[in-house]
């Protein structure tokens, strides 16, 4: 289950966070960091251990996923169900995810993470990744669409639990939500479900947060300072 050690706050939290880290040089970084300011302060998270097939959750303050994610897990900590968002990091170093109106994004870290209030990483620990395999799996959904996430999908979802049965979802194979995106990618690199150690109707992004098939990455200690 994710940790709050595995939590990492942005936004203006995390500068609370920071200022009580060392400054350190750029040059001391590795080439997988990212950079941001704020009040004349320069920040930078190195993200090096986020490796092929971690999974990174986001969390946006009140968003209708997070309500819906209560009701689902209501005996869960809000730290399992306040992402809501989950993508994977591609053999290619970069984000993939699925996003309304958008369908299949390739992005950088530092953008992807842009305007996010939280972010976590997670790996799974019980099989390793094949990078290769992850790209071949990951260019397969290259044509997957995002689910209409109306009342009458949020119902079927919600009745899937419940009967822990998929079938009434009735939504095209291409037709899916970003942690059902992440879900089918990673299951079909590692040849199982990851989240097997679960009661899964359907995969939401606190799933991911709350099975213990994954390994916190934490970030904490990649988290500096810059000199100015």
């Given at each position: 289950?994710?940790?709050?050690?595995?939590?990492?706050?942005?936004?203006?939290?995390?500068?609370?966070?920071?200022?009580?880290?060392?400054?350190?040089?750029?040059?001391?970084?590795?080439?997988?960091?990212?950079?941001?300011?704020?009040?004349?302060?320069?920040?930078?998270?190195?993200?090096?251990?986020?490796?092929?097939?971690?999974?990174?959750?986001?969390?946006?303050?009140?968003?209708?996923?997070?309500?819906?994610?209560?009701?689902?897990?209501?005996?869960?900590?809000?730290?399992?169900?306040?992402?809501?968002?989950?993508?994977?990091?591609?053999?290619?170093?970069?984000?993939?995810?699925?996003?309304?109106?958008?369908?299949?994004r390739r992005l950088p870290f530092e953008?992807?993470?842009?305007?996010?209030?939280?972010?976590?990483?997670?790996?799974?620990?019980?099989?390793?990744?094949?990078?290769?395999?992850?790209?071949?799996?990951?260019?397969?959904?290259?044509?997957?669409?995002?689910?209409?996430?109306?009342?009458?999908?949020?119902?079927?979802?919600?009745?899937?639990?419940?009967?822990?049965?998929?079938?009434?979802?009735?939504?095209?194979?291409?037709?899916?939500?970003?942690?059902?995106?992440?879900?089918?990618?990673?299951?079909?690199?590692?040849?199982?479900?990851?989240?097997?150690?679960?009661?899964?109707?359907?995969?939401?992004?606190?799933?991911?947060?709350?099975?213990?098939?994954?390994?916190?990455?934490?970030?904490?200690?990649?988290?500096?300072?810059?000199?100015?």
């Amino acid at each position: 289950m994710l940790t709050q050690r595995g939590v990492l706050p942005l936004g203006s939290y995390r500068l609370g966070r920071a200022v009580n880290k060392p400054q350190i040089d750029a040059v001391e970084l590795t080439d997988k960091h990212c950079r941001f300011s704020s009040k004349g302060e320069y920040f930078a998270l190195d993200y090096s251990d986020i490796t092929p097939g971690t999974i990174i959750l986001t969390s946006s303050q009140n968003l209708p996923i997070n309500i819906f994610q209560q009701r689902i897990l209501p005996h869960c900590h809000k730290r399992i169900w306040m992402w809501s968002h989950v993508a994977i990091m591609g053999a290619d170093g970069h984000v993939w995810d699925l996003m309304p109106s958008i369908d299949v994004r390739r992005l950088p870290f530092e953008t992807f993470i842009s305007n996010s209030y939280y972010v976590a990483a997670r790996r799974f620990k019980h099989v390793p990744i094949d990078p290769d395999l992850l790209r071949r799996k990951i260019a397969e959904q290259s044509h997957a669409s995002y689910a209409h996430f109306t009342p009458q999908f949020l119902n079927a979802i919600l009745r899937s639990f419940a009967h822990r049965d998929t079938a009434e979802l009735k939504l095209n194979r291409g037709e899916l939500l970003c942690s059902s995106y992440v879900d089918r990618i990673l299951g079909n690199t590692i040849d199982r479900d990851p989240l097997d150690d679960l009661v899964v109707g359907y995969p939401l992004p606190a799933h991911f947060a709350l099975s213990d098939n994954f390994s916190d990455v934490l970030l904490r200690n990649k988290f500096f300072r810059l000199r100015s």
